[in-house]
């Protein structure tokens, strides 16, 4: 077949065509798409250099912030330490109450707890804020008293007094309650405030709580002749009606109710194989909270001790208490130290007293 010189052009220009298109699908295409990358990727970085060359000139002011900043959050941790440790705080308690001559019928800390805050009606928790109350009856003379404040606050580590009632006794002497409030907060400047007690190390003796370090009146909850503590208060106090704590055990081994009713509170002690163990209860709650029981070292080598820190009824309708039950499932005495209860009403009423010495102070 014959093409002739019209449809040779005919056919050329449709190669032509093709070719193009090919090259354009295929050469030119890919390439525009990769020039449009490249473009891209360097608005970015352009881009990033000049927000870097820009942040190089504000350096110097941004730096002057961030430490105006960290000074003042500095000035602000002042006197709050990075975490509460109850035991060094019964240490430097025992030195101003000593050095003061206060002395102390009972003592009684609460949980450790997150602090609330109220923002915009709000109700939050800040678990970088922890906060540990501490309530404590004490018996001194006016001046002492003034002075064991003034000593307090003097501290470097803050103490705050929440509630203080005084009440005037015999002698010039002055009876009362007072509650202290401790709080730390966790960032890297209460750091290095961290309990600046040097001192405690210097100071006392082995047992800081011995009934003599005080001319023979101090008694303080943690007496080492005592297995386990009571605390009995009204319903107007702030804090729990009822508290019942294993001396010289983490404080989480605290429970507590609180009723204006007597609440059933349950001590039990048991031997097995030469080994002491125990459990309590109080209303619906208990320690250990499983069915187990708990070793022990009792701190009298033929008794256990429970200490029982009560208070006068303050009205009428004041009927808060506790109904003990003590089962003692030992060869040892179980010996009770009521300490300040109502002589007519008595908060704490025993269900039984058999294998019990009770003994009122």
Request: charged share 25%; glycine share 6%; net charge negative.
């Amino acid at each position: 077949m014959r093409i002739n010189r019209r449809e040779r052009i005919y056919l050329l220009v449709l190669l032509l065509v093709v070719i193009g298109f090919l090259g354009y699908k295929f050469g030119y295409t890919p390439y525009a798409d990769y020039m449009s990358n490249l473009e891209s990727e360097y608005d970015d970085v352009k881009t990033e250099y000049d927000n870097f060359k820009i942040s190089l000139e504000f350096k110097p002011g941004l730096t002057k912030k961030i430490e105006d900043y960290n000074k003042i959050l500095r000035e602000k941790s002042k006197g709050y330490v990075y975490e509460i440790r109850q035991e060094e705080l019964i240490l430097k308690l025992d030195k101003l109450f000593v050095d003061n001559e206060i002395n102390i019928s009972g003592l009684t800390f609460s949980d450790i707890s997150d602090l609330m805050l109220l923002e915009e009606s709000d109700i939050s928790t800040d678990k970088s804020i922890k906060k540990l109350q501490m309530t404590l009856g004490f018996s001194a003379e006016y001046e002492s008293m003034l002075n064991f404040i003034d000593d307090m606050q003097a501290e470097p580590n803050k103490i705050s007094i929440s509630n203080l009632v005084i009440v005037s006794g015999e002698g010039g002497i002055i009876n009362g309650t007072m509650n202290l409030e401790f709080y730390s907060v966790k960032n890297e400047f209460t750091l290095e405030n961290d309990y600046k007690w040097e001192d405690i190390i210097e100071y006392g003796k082995d047992n800081p709580f011995d009934s003599s370090h005080a001319g023979g009146n101090y008694n303080i909850m943690a007496n080492k002749t005592y297995d386990f503590l009571m605390d009995l208060r009204p319903t107007s106090s702030d804090l729990p009606t009822v508290t019942v704590q294993k001396i010289g055990s983490e404080i989480n081994s605290s429970i507590f109710g609180e009723s204006n009713s007597a609440i059933d509170v349950k001590i039990t002690v048991i031997e097995e194989d030469g080994v002491y163990k125990y459990k309590y209860e109080a209303g619906v709650t208990s320690y250990p909270t499983a069915s187990e029981y708990l070793e022990f070292d009792i701190a009298e080598s033929n008794s256990i001790g429970l200490k029982i820190f009560s208070n006068d009824r303050n009205s009428d309708v004041d009927t808060s208490g506790a109904k003990i039950t003590i089962d003692n499932q030992t060869d040892l005495e179980f010996n009770l130290y009521i300490l300040g209860d109502d002589k007519i009403r008595p908060r704490a009423v025993f269900t039984n007293t058999g294998g019990v010495n009770i003994v009122n102070e």
